[in-house]
């Protein structure tokens, strides 16, 4: 079972590595060890299984120090106290209620775009991700009883809790604004249920982008929570850690301490091996092809083609080994050439859909150089707003977490409209081009990563972004116009040329 705890210097939760359990002084059970990626001392208070057997030591209950002797001492000391208690208090001191509406997200960069938009009648807080989660110390799920989960807030959300039940108390009406997935539901869950907010005065907002006018929008098109998406969350994660606390330990037993299984990387591991052993178990087969530089008569170009016939037959798998295919170069040095037909055909090139995640992630790799999470990262700052010289921090993506291909009416008109105004009417297709969701399981309400206005051009905005978020947001819009154009023409060209010797013909083709 892998141990957690906060570490000072990481600032986030680390691995405990090589961790010890036992007693303090009061008692307690607790587990001390070092940090896996810096090495600071951690500390976690709570019993696990390995606190089994130990003998918990007698606390010895002691009397009270004796008090200062000089009643001066006595009051300067209090009064000492006293001051450092109230500034203390000071510091962690919540937000007052102010009556507003409420509005909780879960990012601060969120918050603020959303928080400008909004105005000031309303009070809009982040949540900083999730509030509560399952307990790391345990498996946290009944397997008996229904697998019925058991959350706790981690001590470094418990103040950002009990500030947002502190303000909802205050306010008439509460909005949740969670991302519109699965994940943005549950954790609109969460917060309802661990800061005990009055269902009877929440709200469910949803949107894709963030735009003054999708936030108008989505205000006024409120719903109640959705528990059907929360459910589906929830049993994704009941799923996570039964398979991670159960397979981990066969693989610190039979492979290497500190690795871990998973639902999803354990089955993707598997595919990985069986297309290894694929490999290992090719048998690599030789071959040879020719190609020759061809200058026709009267002109100062150099033409490549290839060989793919010697006396009608085509050589499909090319030449079996190098001393074939030199010997039939000297051959084709004596051979005479012209050129035979020349055939001229039209091949369309059909747009790829609006990115989903997952293509965005790949085009990125291929044509960016982007890891994975380095794709993920810029996008959620393009979504989430950015300055673009007004002021105002804008959204320029929709919500980059989607497996739907689907875009809206008002963004397709607009497209057509840019598409028309600027490379003219034979570009646009009669009808808006149709793309299939792949994923069975996509969610629909959902739409592609797109530019939340095709008009905000790359370079029109690029002097307000990064060399990589200019590169990501060039893509997106890229990607998205295109697909709402016609296919491409391609015109291609071949070339047969023919070559003749005392014995054979051969063909090569351009």
């Known amino acids: 079972m892998i141990m957690e705890a906060y570490c000072l210097k990481c600032k986030e939760k680390r691995e405990i590595a090589n961790p010890q359990a036992g007693f303090n002084a009061r008692g307690a059970a607790v587990t001390t060890g070092t940090c896996a990626v810096c090495g600071t001392k951690l500390y976690r208070i709570g019993t696990t299984p390995a606190h089994e057997g130990l003998e918990k030591p007698v606390v010895v209950k002691t009397e009270a120090k004796k008090k200062v002797k000089k009643a001066a001492s006595s009051s300067s000391a209090k009064s000492k106290k006293t001051t450092k208690s109230a500034t203390k208090k000071a510091v962690s001191k919540p937000s007052r209620p102010t009556g507003k509406p409420l509005v909780i997200v879960e990012s601060p960069a969120k918050a603020r775009t959303i928080g400008r938009f909004l105005g000031k009648d309303f009070n809009v807080v982040a949540s900083v991700g999730h509030v509560r989660d399952l307990l790391k110390s345990q498996l946290s799920v009944d397997v008996e009883n229904g697998f ?35 994940e943005g539901e549950a954790i609109a869950w969460h917060l309802m249920e661990s800061a005990e907010i009055d269902p009877s005065k929440t709200e469910r907002v949803v949107f894709h982008e963030i735009t003054k006018n999708a936030i108008s929008e989505a205000f006024e098109k409120t719903r109640d929570l959705d528990m059907d998406l929360v459910d589906a969350q929830q049993a994704r994660r009941i799923l996570d850690r039964l398979v991670g606390y159960s397979v ?87 051979a005479a050439f012209k050129i035979g037909d020349i055939n001229v055909s039209t091949k ?114 690029k002097k307000h972004l990064t060399r990589d978020q200019y590169a990501l947001y060039r893509l997106i819009w890229q990607r998205f116009v295109a697909s709402q154009m016609n296919p491409a023409k391609l015109e291609i060209t071949t070339v047969e040329i023919e070559g003749v010797t005392n014995k054979n013909k051969y063909l090569f083709k351009a």
């Open 148 to 182: 019925e989960p058991k959350y706790r807030v981690p001590n470094e959300k418990k103040d950002v809790v009990k500030n947002i039940k502190n303000l909802a108390d205050g306010s008439k009406k509460v909005f949740l604004a969670t991302d519109p997935d699965r």
């Open 248 to 334: 981990s330990p066969i693989l610190w037993a039979k492979v290497k301490g500190k690795l871990s299984a998973g639902r999803v990387q354990s089955v993707a591991l598997r595919l990985v091996v069986e297309r290894e052993r694929e490999i290992d178990a090719f048998v690599p087969l030789e071959y040879w092809s020719i190609h020759a530089l061809f200058n026709p008569d009267g002109s100062d170009k150099q033409y490549r083609a290839k060989l793919v016939k010697i006396d009608g037959k085509n050589l499909d798998m090319g030449l079996e080994n190098e001393t074939q295919a030199s010997a039939l170069v000297g051959q084709l040095k004596k």
């Open 348 to 461: 369309l090139v059909r747009p790829g859909a609006p990115f989903i995640t997952s293509t965005l992630q790949q085009e990125a790799s291929r044509r960016l150089g982007f890891l994975t999470k380095k794709t993920m990262s810029i996008a959620q700052q393009l979504y989430e707003g950015l300055d673009l010289g007004n002021g105002e921090e804008t959204g320029l993506i929709t919500y980059m977490r989607t497996d739907s291909v689907h875009v809206s009416t008002e963004s397709v008109k607009e497209t057509r409209a840019y598409v028309r105004e600027r490379y003219g009417e034979s570009y646009l297709p009669e009808k808006q081009p149709q793309y299939r969701t792949r994923a069975v399981s996509a969610q629909e309400a959902h739409e592609a990563i797109r530019p939340t206005s095709v008009n905000r051009t790359p370079d029109g905005v």
